[in-house]
């Protein structure tokens, strides 16, 4: 197929093209990609400065779902999109950036390379050709954000190609995603049995991973709504909306009506992903 017989050609002057993109020689999982950003952003290259004429579109990180990562295990994140060119093209490049512009190394906060070259099947079109590309981002969170959790919350696909010229095209925008902290909750219901009409106490607590410790810790201040489903039913409502304290832990009361399930849920925010705890079965007499 064209693109690989080019890729293979091609592969002494992509290395010393003057807009060299970042290398995808080292997995996901290295923090390598951020510096290989930087340095790209050092030579103060925007997209529109690209000399190729490669269009990237419809680009969809993790099927279009929040990637929520826990302390420790790889994650194993799909990325598909397009590519269009006139002439054909040689390679393309996939990366995750986190930062508010590409070509500044003051606003580059974080960096993720794909597991290899992305795989494209290459159709021929109506004044050119266009390419259908996947590829697989493997993060592990123990490595790739050891040094903060700062790098929880939107991050963009960064996609790069060289033409059968080796010519250079990127798009830093083509996508994004949310990668967020993975969420623990708990609940624990009693006393057990429970007198109707008396009052039950219901605690727990919510913790999110902390990439930096390898641990999980108390998530401060946020909302939780205590639930209840009837014993028969499948339906879950809502009694009321607590706080958690400042490690972390809920506390609240409700009137024992009947038997059936309490449990506490989370919703998630911007950098963190949601929680639920299993039901905590009371039985009322």
């Known amino acids: 197929m064209r693109i690989r017989t080019a890729a293979t050609v091609l592969s002494g002057a992509v290395a010393l093209s ?3 993109l970042p290398s995808a020689a080292q997995a996901a999982e290295h923090p390598g990609a951020a510096t290989d950003l ?24 993790n099927k279009g779902k929040d990637i929520v990562l826990g302390v420790t295990g ?8 397009t590519a269009f060119d006139e002439e054909g093209v040689a390679i393309t490049q996939a990366f995750l950036w986190q930062g508010t512009d590409s ?8 960096g993720l390379e794909s597991d290899d070259y992305p795989t494209c099947t290459e159709t021929p079109v109506e004044n050119g050709y266009s390419y259908s590309c996947k590829t697989v981002f493997t993060i592990d969170p123990a490595v790739a954000f050891k040094d903060g959790n700062g790098t929880a919350g939107t991050w963009k696909l960064f996609l790069g190609a060289y033409d059968l010229y080796a010519n250079a095209s990127y798009d830093d925008d083509v996508a994004r995603t949310k990668i967020k902290r993975a969420a623990k909750l708990t609940a624990n ?7 109707k009409g008396k009052t039950i ?16 810790a108390g998530y401060v201040s946020q909302p939780v709504k205590l639930q209840f489903r009837k014993k028969g039913s499948n339906t879950y409502t809502t009694l009321k909306t607590v706080k958690t304290s400042n490690t972390g832990a ?15 849920v989370f919703a998630g925010t911007t950098t963190t992903g949601s929680a639920t705890a299993p039901g905590d079965f009371v039985d009322v007499r």
């Open 18 to 20: 003057a807009l060299v």
């Open 38 to 61: 930087r340095a790209l952003a050092s030579q103060g290259v925007r997209p529109q400065d690209a000399l190729g004429g490669t269009t990237f579109k419809d680009g969809v990180v």
């Open 201 to 216: 106490t219901v605690t727990g607590k919510l913790s999110r991973a902390n990439w930096t410790t390898g641990k999980y």
């Open 103 to 110: 070509s500044s190394t003051d606003t580059i906060t974080g």
């Open 74 to 81: 790889k994650k194993a994140v799909p990325v598909t999109f």
């Open 250 to 264: 809920l506390s609240t009361t409700t009137k024992a009506g009947s038997d059936g399930y309490y449990r506490f």
């Open 189 to 195: 219901a009693s006393p057990e049995p429970v007198k």
